[in-house]
């Protein structure tokens, strides 16, 4: 005959797992889904808190349900979401769901690619977490002059990466009209902004680079794919007033269009490594990288 006991010297596996390194416990939570983590938020408390947070910091935004579902929950909840990835739903976005998101207070990382919301309305997602947001894509968003002072004051604090690739900029009354970012750059302390990516802009001209060469010294990567209207010699100023430049798109600029044009830029700077340009031969147009030699 056998007994069995039970050693109640040995701790269930809850309180077993809060004697791990919280470091230890987020990555073991993180591999699991959001089904087992809904689940574990009503167990012990300290795994329930890790579980809470490990769920919605970066919440999975697929469906304009999930969407919805996200708009739903406390704003506790809210306040904890750092990364909000919305490009998989942008075209279906409209503004009351970016109005019921404004509890989102400690956004990082925020993504509006094809978002057609109105600009206010990203104004009122963009605004509460000014002082926290690091990357914000606005990608062929539609943007008034209040959101680019709204991006202006967040590069005054932590703001590094900015996406206005192919941004409308309203009111416009020419499809073509320059804009020198005048609200994004020139403020009273150096921009933060360490990538901006212009590509497709139709209002970017010379002096909307030179701008931003001017107010914006950290900057390590350029996107100006597309921006027919800069001029040469307005690509060599920016050069010498960006002592961080490390990458430069060009692709498809009249401004660049051979390898020697494009060894000039590299060999003038002393930072820049690497030029992607469209070489022109006849009717014939190739993509191009030219890096610096070590």
Request: hydrophobic residues 40%; contains cysteine; proline residues 4%.
């Amino acid at each position: 005959m056998y007994f069995f006991s039970y050693n109640h010297s040995t701790p269930p596996d809850s309180e077993r797992l809060t004697k791990l390194p919280v470091e230890l416990l987020e990555n073991i939570l993180q591999r699991l889904s959001s089904k087992d983590l809904c689940e574990l938020n009503h167990t012990n408390q300290l795994i329930g808190q890790i579980a809470l947070v490990t769920l919605y910091r970066s919440p999975v935004i697929k469906t304009i349900e999930q969407l919805e579902a996200l708009s739903t929950v406390s704003p506790s909840k809210l306040q904890i979401v750092s990364e909000l990835n919305l490009e998989h739903v942008g075209f279906s976005i409209k503004d009351f769901h970016l109005q019921e998101l404004n509890q989102c207070n400690r956004l990082r990382i925020l993504n509006l690619t094809n978002c057609k919301a109105s600009s206010s309305a990203i104004n009122q997602i963009l605004l509460p977490s000014l002082k926290y947001l690091q990357t914000v894509i606005l990608n062929n968003c539609a943007l008034e002059l209040t959101t680019l002072q709204l991006l202006g004051q967040a590069g005054q604090h932590t703001l590094l990466d900015l996406d206005l690739s192919s941004v409308v900029l309203k009111p416009c009354r020419n499809f073509d009209e320059t804009n020198d970012l005048d609200a994004l750059v020139n403020l009273p302390l150096p921009s933060t902004l360490v990538t901006i990516n212009l590509s497709y802009c139709r209002w970017v001209r010379s002096s909307t680079l030179e701008n931003i060469a001017r107010n914006c010294p950290r900057i390590r990567y350029l996107g100006l794919r597309w921006c027919g209207m800069i001029h040469f010699t307005t690509l060599r100023l920016a050069i010498m007033l960006l002592p961080n430049l490390r990458t430069m798109d060009t692709m498809h600029m009249s401004a660049i269009t051979h390898h020697d044009t494009a060894e000039r830029l590299i060999k003038e700077s002393k930072s820049l490594e690497e030029i992607r340009y469209t070489h022109t031969n006849n009717m014939l147009s190739l993509s191009h990288c030219i890096r610096a030699r070590s």
